[in-house]
Nanobody, 114 residues
Framework: QVQLVESGGGLVEPGGSLRLSCAASGRIVRLYNMAWYRQAPGKQRELVAAIYNGDTTMYADSVKGRFTISIDSAKTVSLQMNNLKPEDTAVYYC?????????WGQGTQVTVSS
C-alpha cells in the first residue's frame, strides 16, 4: 500500500505563511495526480487544491490566489499557503484526488490565530 506523511503545519498569525509537505512511499513510482484536503472541527473534509498530470492545478474558491500546490519530486507534494486566515484553521491531509484514495495519513495541524 501507499503511505502518506504530512508535515509543516503550525501556529501562525493571520496574514502569515506556511509550506506543507507530503511524502509518499510504498507501491508507487511517481506522483502525477495529487490533492490537499483539510478538515476543521465539526466540519466535513474538503478538497482545497489538486494537481493533475503533474502540471494542471485547481483550487477551491476559498483559497484561490493564496495557496499553491506543486509536485516537487517523484514522491513529494507541497502546498504553499500565503495570507492565511483564521478560517484556514484545520488538519491538512494529502491524498489522491477523487474517490480512489490511498490510506489517509495523520495530517498536519494548521492553526491561524492572533
Amino acid at each position: 500500500q501507499v503511505q502518506l506523511v504530512e508535515s509543516g503545519g503550525g501556529l501562525v498569525e493571520p496574514g502569515g505563511s506556511l509550506r506543507l509537505s507530503c511524502a509518499a512511499s510504498g507501491r508507487i513510482v511517481r506522483l502525477y495526480n495529487m490533492a490537499w484536503y483539510r478538515q476543521a472541527p465539526g466540519k466535513q473534509r474538503e478538497l482545497v487544491a489538486a494537481i493533475y498530470n503533474g502540471d494542471t492545478t485547481m483550487y477551491a474558491d476559498s483559497v484561490k490566489g493564496r495557496f499553491t500546490i506543486s509536485i516537487d519530486s517523484a514522491k513529494t507534494v507541497s502546498l504553499q499557503m500565503n495570507n492565511l486566515k483564521p478560517e484556514d484553521t484545520a488538519v491538512y491531509y494529502c491524498n489522491a484526488p477523487g474517490q480512489s484514495t490511498y490510506d489517509w495519513g495523520q495530517g498536519t495541524q494548521v492553526t491561524v490565530s492572533s
